[in-house]
């Protein structure tokens, strides 16, 4: 037992369990558009980990435009992604479009 009554095991597992959580849950992705299907209904995404492949689909919010046939190659995207059928599934996207001043957001890279 700890000193307050809680058994060492229990704070651990609690611990685990958390952690385990955030993995499973949502991530976040910034980069650049190298590529955009849409009857794939998905777009490819460089960042500093290399390329990913997003699923878009129609519960994709988007907080800069309406819908994927406004997104161009080389815009700047930050998206909140969630792990699906073994691949990433959009939950939002915000895009930034390429050639315009991006005053709305600042990222970890400074862009």
Do not use: K, N
Request: hydrophobic content about 35%.
């Amino acid at each position: 037992m700890s000193g307050r009554g809680r058994p060492t095991w229990l704070v651990g597992a609690g611990c685990a369990l958390l952690l385990a959580g955030c993995a499973a849950g949502s991530s976040r992705l910034a980069g650049t558009v190298t590529a955009i299907s849409l009857q794939g209904q998905s777009l490819t995404v460089r960042a500093a980990g290399g390329e990913t492949v997003v699923r878009v689909d129609e519960s994709t919010h988007f907080w800069s435009g309406s819908g994927l046939d406004q997104i161009q190659t080389g815009d700047r995207v930050s998206l909140h992604l969630e792990r699906q059928d073994g691949g990433f599934r959009a939950r939002s996207i915000e895009v930034f479009p390429a050639g315009r001043p991006r005053t709305r957001w600042i990222g970890p890279g400074g862009y």
